[in-house]
């Protein structure tokens, strides 16, 4: 794919948690393809096509940091919240407050003052004249450089907002930063009956990522599987 977008994201907080560590939180080193894909959904997502990351490059060094952090037990449910727009006085928030009933303490390695280079291109499901992948990377390009988003990205956790603006020829890689990551989650692939976690053995060299899913994801069934997957249930 020759045509790409790029974007740059920071924060002063992220955290990707690895699934093997998912009860005391210890994140990747460098955000997930799944996750890079969600901020791009959040500047721009149109339900005929999906972003497919293709590069992840880490700008600054990698710094850990621990954080203990209080954790709601439960989501809020949709009936609840039925039941709340029918009768404001029921109202009854989950609140993270020391003392409440909900409340888990755990701790988190979390990575603190990150920034990355995400690039990637449209996959438009039934391309067309009028339905093409230039298309969206323009709007992308266009709502990046207007600072628009539809919801505030995050870093991982919710609570780690993440800016974004147009890469520069100031924002290059970490040369010689090279590090073995293990398994991690590249994408979720959503099913009727079970959905299935795609992994692969992420490395990052020179200051970067290779995400291509035909580096990643060596089965072809599977890799296209992948892609014809929406990006949103």
């Known amino acids: 794919m020759n045509e790409s977008i790029q974007v740059k994201v920071y924060g002063d907080y992220a ?21 890079a894909r969600n901020i791009l959904d959040a500047i721009c997502w149109r339900p005929e096509m999906r972003w497919v990351v293709t590069r992840i490059s880490i700008l600054n060094p990698i710094v850990f940091q621990g954080l203990r952090r ?12 039925k039941k709340w727009m029918q009768d404001p006085a029921t109202f009854e928030p989950l609140a993270a407050g020391a ?20 690039e990637a291109y449209a996959h438009v499901f039934n391309p067309s004249t009028d339905n093409h ?12 450089e207007k600072g628009q988003c539809f919801h505030r990205p995050a870093l991982g956790c919710r609570e780690f907002a993440a800016d974004f603006e147009p890469v520069t020829s100031a924002d ?3 040369e010689g930063l090279n590090i073995d990551m293990g398994r991690m989650v590249y994408d979720i692939i959503f099913r009727s009956d079970l959905n299935r976690a795609v992994f692969f053995e992420a ?31």
Not at 23 to 34: A, G, I, L
Not at 133 to 144: D, G, I, L, Q
Request: net charge positive.
């Open 203 to 233: 490395r990052v060299r020179n200051g970067s990522v290779d995400t291509r899913p035909e580096s990643a994801i060596p089965d072809a069934t599977l890799r296209q599987e992948v892609l014809a997957c929406s990006s949103r249930r």
């Open 172 to 174: 290059v890689p970490l």
């Open 133 to 144: 992948s230039t298309k969206y990377m323009a709007m992308f390009n266009r709502r990046v």
């Open 70 to 81: 209080n954790e709601v037990q439960h989501k809020v449910s949709p009936q609840a919240v």
């Open 15 to 35: 955290c990707w948690t690895r699934p093997e560590n998912k009860v005391e939180r210890v994140s990747y080193e460098c955000m997930t393809p799944s996750a």
């Open 99 to 118: 003392g409440s009933s909900e409340v888990t303490q755990r701790n988190t390695l979390a990575l603190r003052n990150v920034a990355y280079i995400i």
